[in-house]
């Protein structure tokens, strides 16, 4: 770097940006212990009766955006929700977990503010001396 140039950015000064906000806030709709009876399952013999499942579900929202009572989309409705998995659960036989859950990822994804999803599913009654056995997977969007 020649002198002159040297000298100019050495005069420089640093300015420090203000963060406006107080606060930084993580936003999260909880669906906690669903259970339903639903058909699931690969095996024969899984495929003749339905089964319980549990569902937990943590949806983060886009923490930019405020909550506001007259506008809807700027939350996520979990009764809506709700419905809809327990029609897509119920709606036909799924061989996997893991395949109704990207099924689920759609369902919530639909709504344009949220950023990630937990989902967290468990069959209750399928394997003895165990509480429950599942998946859990985690689905982000990229930003």
Do not use: C
């Amino acid at each position: 770097m020649d002198d002159t140039r040297y000298n100019k950015f050495k005069r420089m000064k640093i300015l420090k940006l203000k963060n406006k906000s107080k606060y930084k806030y993580i936003r999260k709709v909880n669906i906690k212990n669903l259970i339903l009876n639903i058909p699931i399952g690969l095996h024969d013999f899984e495929k003749k009766e339905k089964q319980r499942v549990r569902f937990n579900i943590e949806i983060f929202t886009n923490e930019n955006i405020k909550p506001d009572n007259k506008n809807l989309s700027s939350i996520v409705n979990y009764e809506d929700t709700i419905k809809k998995i327990e029609f897509v659960a119920n709606s036909k036989h799924h061989e996997l977990l893991e395949d109704l859950a990207e099924i689920i990822f759609d369902i919530i994804y639909e709504s344009k503010i949220v950023k990630k999803v937990n989902i967290k599913l468990e069959k209750l009654d399928i394997i003895k001396n165990t509480e429950s056995v599942g998946i859990e997977v985690t689905k982000k969007k990229d930003e």
